[in-house]
């Protein structure tokens, strides 16, 4: 067995069956020990609700957390985030500018203050109305300069970011820092923020059985031999995913 790079989302991808979890961790905590694999949770969470959520659930300490869809990121052992990576995503990003901008849209309810943060600005968005919000919103932005990234998830979610912002981009990061291959990596996710984590190279991807329409939407119009549907939810699905991959036996 080979050390390898293990990228997942949280809610509803490594959370949501206990059981199945703990059989993960207990497997994921082996290899890092015994080969020195990587293990490194991206998720839509910023770091407050992270912290929630690891006194909620039996996590392990991850390499590094991608927080904030991928807007922040905590090596292990450091409470501040990287500043190499947060000084590319401030190229031409203007929270202010952008903040202003929304106000134009009515639908469009603020998330919680914990949830907004230096390059990401979050609100909730119902399905019916983002039909309409989401492209008026993504021309006014482009015509007030303003490079963004627009994702929606789960059919409430939308979080506006820089366009050098997204999961997939911090683990190219990541990757690039670490030295390890895109054929040496796996990547997890269920929802509309996880679609860029299988976007720009050729990382192994798990889309978990329980994943969200837009997922595998995204899925069905970019098939590729090197992601996986897998049949269980959650981390059972995880664990089908490393096995069919061979990352695991
Ligand atoms: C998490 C974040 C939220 C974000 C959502 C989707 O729930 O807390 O701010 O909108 O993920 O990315
Ligand atoms: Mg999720």
Redesign the pocket.
């Known amino acids: 067995m080979k050390s390898f790079l293990f990228v997942t989302d949280l ?1 509803n991808t490594l959370v949501g069956e206990s059981r199945a979890l703990a059989v993960l961790n207990e497997k994921l905590k082996q290899h890092r020990e015994e080969h020195g694999t990587k293990i490194v949770y991206a ?4 770091p407050i ?1 992270f912290a929630e959520l690891q006194n909620e659930q039996q996590l392990l300490e991850p390499d590094a957390l991608i927080a ?2 991928g807007t922040e990121i905590y090596f292990k052992g450091s409470n501040t985030s990287d500043r190499t990576w947060s000084d590319k995503l401030s190229h031409q990003w203007n929270r202010d500018t952008v903040v202003a901008a929304t106000a134009h849209f009515a639908d469009l309810v603020m ?1 919680p203050d ?2 907004q943060r230096p390059y ?1 600005v ?3 968005l119902t399905e019916d109305s983002a039909q309409e919000v989401l492209p008026q919103l993504k021309s006014l932005l482009q015509q007030q300069g303003l490079d963004t990234k627009l ?1 929606y ?2 059919g409430v ?3 506006i970011l820089p366009r050098h912002g997204d999961k997939g981009l911090a683990v190219q990061y990541l990757r690039s820092l670490w030295g390890i291959d895109a054929t040496q990596s796996v990547v997890c996710g269920d ?3 996880d679609i860029s984590l299988f976007s720009y190279n050729e990382e192994r991807g798990i889309i978990v059985g329980n994943a969200k329409s837009e997922l595998l939407q995204w899925h069905n119009e970019n098939p590729a031999n090197y992601h996986y549907l897998a049949q269980a939810f959650c981390a059972g699905g995880i664990l089908e995913g490393l096995n069919h991959f061979g990352f695991i036996a």
């Open positions: 809610d998720t839509g969470r910023s609700l904030s869809v998330q914990s949830e990401k979050s609100f909730w994702i998830s789960a979610d939308l979080d929802s509309g923020n």
